[in-house]
């Protein structure tokens, strides 16, 4: 009888518990996934660990473009079509700084510079990148958690012939035309995750790597030191979604990274990336035949249409991810 009311206490227990997600994002392919979701699952339950390699400092300024698209996106703000900057921005500050000789090649827009303006404001008053995260998120009214993978610096650097630039010098001002020879993640051995990573991680029901870059979003959170043994150690399921369809990425510069690193421009080249940390591997319908070579690296694997043009699309691609697993 006592045991009967204590496994019925056990199961009320498990279902007024919410589900706890986190997923390990980008910007723009993440945000798609992560539109998607939060539309299915409550924003609180939802934790983001937030790349911090594609930060970046011009005109004095401290930019987060993948802190910022998640957090714009959940604030309602998001430039949807572009996938970063907030919608219908103007640039009127950054054509005057062009009058002064300033460089204008990372479009910065007047709203979004505002973001830049408090961010640096706060952090030279001495709060953390994730202290500064949280007063932005709040102030823009977003309830899910959006946590910096880390509040050390790191900076993901490309090795070319003409030597070590920034990933956005990269891909925004040389739009990705040098040869790939190695990426740096600098700055990473010595950085420690920031509070809460961690926790969010051995706490959480469901794990998601969004379809993001593997090198440049996903590489440079797992690397911080602790996140692996983290995702090694948890309970949660850990799924990725593909950003690769075919032979190419969906958009941006993953295929040149993942290339110039050496791996297969594929999705198995992605699940062969991930193999050790995740349990299930989301694939492309129109790649379903590499399933059974993903399998045979251990992890399960789920054929689908994820190509997300739209809301509908979004929804969909979460919603049966969720009902998988
Ligand atoms: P970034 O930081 O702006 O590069 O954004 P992320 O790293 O979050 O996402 C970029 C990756 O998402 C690219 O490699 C794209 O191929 C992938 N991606 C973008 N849109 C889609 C989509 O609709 N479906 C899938 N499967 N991948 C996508
Ligand atoms: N991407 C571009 O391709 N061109 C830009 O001028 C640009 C400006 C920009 C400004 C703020 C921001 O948050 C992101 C911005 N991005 C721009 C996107 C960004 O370079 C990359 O997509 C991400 O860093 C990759 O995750």
Known sequence: MWKEAQINIFYLYLAARSTMITVLAGGTGSAKFVRGLSKIVPTDEITIISNVGDNVELLGLYICPDIDTIMYLFAGLLDQRRG????NDTFKALNML???GFETWFKLGD???ATHIQRTFLLKQGKTLSEVTEVLCR??????KIIPSSNSKIETKILTRKGKIHFQEFWVKRKAKDRVLAVIYEGIE???PSPGVIESIL?????????ANPVTSIGPIINVPGVKNALIETKATVVAITPIIGKAPVSGPAGKLMKGLGYDVSPLGVAQIYSDLIDVFVLDTVDARLKSKIEQLGIKCIATSTLMA???DEKRLAREILEHI
């Open 84 to 87: 970063w900057g907030v919608a």
């Open 98 to 100: 062009r009058e002064y």
């Open 111 to 113: 709203k979004d510079l």
């Open 139 to 144: 102030s823009l009214g977003v309830r899910a």
């Open 190 to 192: 010595q950085a420690e």
């Open 203 to 211: 706490e959480a029901d469901k794990i998601f790597f969004s379809p």
């Open 310 to 312: 739209n809301l509908v």
